[in-house]
DNA sequence: TAGTAGGAGTAAC
DNA sequence: GTTACTCCTACTA
């Protein structure tokens, strides 16, 4: 714990910090405080009701767990990954040096809870990315049409576990869907009405800010050359290989269904094969895909030398032939 | 039982 | 023609 990044006021080490599930209890707190730090909502430039996911800044890094509702993460991730952000302490502030006066302490957390703001900010528009490079869709709710919002809605639904939620706002468009009041969303919800209008919410509150702001990109090497690779030409429809290879960039999202097991060689496993082959269909409109006929794509690309079965063959671990 | 391998027909582009 | 989907049989761990 002695990496420096966020620094906790008045604190030497780095605690670790949660912001909790919002619509729950908007929050962040440093979970080694005896007292939680509960700063306003101004604090992340987010709504009340705020993205579904927990982030724990450990050490230089910041991750999103993907189970909105577990709270369980204590221990430090692995160190940090080239696309992950980096947290700068940034100039020493007036006086922080001694950090006596409560002016001085006022400004450290002001500078922390900025650097907060913009890191959370950066996590969710990558996320929003990557969730319109997936689904082929705009990043603005405003352009979807029906089958944007049904491909938003089953992605959304199947991600956070909405069971179902997708069949209750059918033959919506996106102008639609934006036009409708919280109470809408239950109505047609009881269950995940809430939940699906704060994830829509957050949604647009990143789309506009990403409007306002372009954000910087910082891509490690690799990640550029396959980005380059795979948006080059988007008009053209994504490839299983290309998709594959976007959910292995995106670990904090989909660690849990596919992983690396050797990067530099190409070797990753699908760990969920059903949640893959499920995520493939929503891209692809195939609801009926599922893991026996993505496998046999995969295959086919045995034959063109994109994918293989490692020299070790092992149950669902394949290999890019010509890992970047 | 689930995954692997590959043949073959079909559809979309 | 290419790519992926679909269905199939046979085999393996």
Known sequence: ????????????????????????????AWLDEAEDIKPPRSLLGLPELSWPGVYLPCYDRLVIEENPWV????????????????????????????????????????????????MVLGEVLKDVDTACKLLNIASDPLDWSCMHVQKWLLWTEHL??????????????????CSMAET??????????????????????????????????????DEDSWSEVMYTYPSQPIHLWQFLHELLLKPHSYSRCIRW?????????IEDS????????????????????LSRSIRQYYKKGIIRKPDVSRRLVYQFVNPV
Request: glycine share 6%.
């Open 1 to 28: 714990m002695g990496s420096p990044g966020l620094e906790h006021p008045g604190c030497t080490t780095r605690p670790s910090l949660y912001i909790t599930h919002p619509h729950v209890n908007p929050r962040v």
């Open 71 to 118: 709270l369980g993460m204590t221990e430090a991730p692995a160190p940090a990954a080239p696309s992950c952000r980096t947290l700068e302490p940034g100039p020493p502030a007036p006086g922080q040096a001694q950090a006596s006066s409560p002016e001085a302490e006022g400004q450290v957390e002001e500078r922390c809870l900025e650097q907060v703001q913009s």
């Open 160 to 177: 956070y576990r909405l069971s179902q939620v997708s069949t209750m706002f059918q033959e919506l468009t996106g102008r639609d869907l």
């Open 184 to 221: 809408d969303f239950r109505q047609r919800s009881l269950q995940f009405g809430e939940v699906l209008y704060a994830h829509l919410d957050i949604w647009r509150s990143a789309t506009a800010l990403k409007e306002r702001c372009p954000p910087e990109e910082s891509k490690s090497a």
């Open 261 to 269: 097991i050797n990067k530099e060689k190409g070797i990753f496993k």
């Open 274 to 293: 059903a949640h893959v082959a499920r995520l493939w269909g929503i891209r692809k409109n195939r609801p009926a895909m599922n893991y026996d006929k």
